[in-house]
């Protein structure tokens, strides 16, 4: 059976509010799901997944160190990821505080190991953008993506 996993890194909470609501609509959904901290996570872990949905909080614009480096590690086994589903997400302050652009660069390496990224023509395009402690809009859009990560995900992996 298809399993997703919801990785973040979160030091004041905001991502990690995010993480778990994804999580609860994959798990809603019937996509079993699994919700961690990349502290928690070693780099092989994400073999074991059919869907990837990675979060951090902006940091100048890009991913958080420990979501690089995640990434980073996972060049040992270059190719394993081919055709998986990828999903991301971000909290940053400030609106035009580099968000999108951090959003982007994960999309970036999930594309780059040939995970399978979808948009959204309705919802936050590129993922769920929280300002800040996620409202309800970004609770809405945090449960619109998990919902259609694992629907993809289980057409995909049938
Ligand atoms: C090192 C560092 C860099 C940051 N860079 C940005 C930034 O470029 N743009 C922005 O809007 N917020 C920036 N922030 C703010 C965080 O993205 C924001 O507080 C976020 O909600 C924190 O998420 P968390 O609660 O999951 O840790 C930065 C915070 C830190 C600690």
């Not at 990690?16 to 990349?38: F, H, Q, R, W, Y």
Request: aromatic residues 6%; contains cysteine; charged residues 25%.
């Amino acid at each position: 059976m298809a399993k997703g996993i919801v990785i973040y890194y979160s030091r004041s909470g905001n991502t990690k509010a995010m993480a778990e609501t994804i999580a609860k609509a994959m798990n809603g959904a019937d996509l079993p799901t699994e919700c961690k901290s990349v502290s928690d996570v070693k780099a092989d872990d994400l073999l074991n997944y059919d869907a990837i949905v990675v979060g951090s909080p902006t940091y100048y614009g890009h991913m958080a160190g420990p979501i690089k480096q995640l990434f980073d590690d996972a060049v040992s086994f270059h190719g394993k990821l081919d055709g998986k589903v990828g999903a991301s997400f971000t909290s940053a302050a400030n609106v035009g505080g580099g968000n999108e652009t951090t959003i982007m660069g994960i999309v970036e390496a999930m594309l780059i190991a040939g995970c399978v990224v979808q948009g959204d023509p309705q919802g936050d395009h590129y993922g769920p953008v929280s300002i800040g402690k996620p409202d309800e809009r970004v609770e809405r859009q945090c449960a619109r993506r998990g919902r259609r990560v694992a629907e993809l995900t289980k057409k995909l992996m049938v």
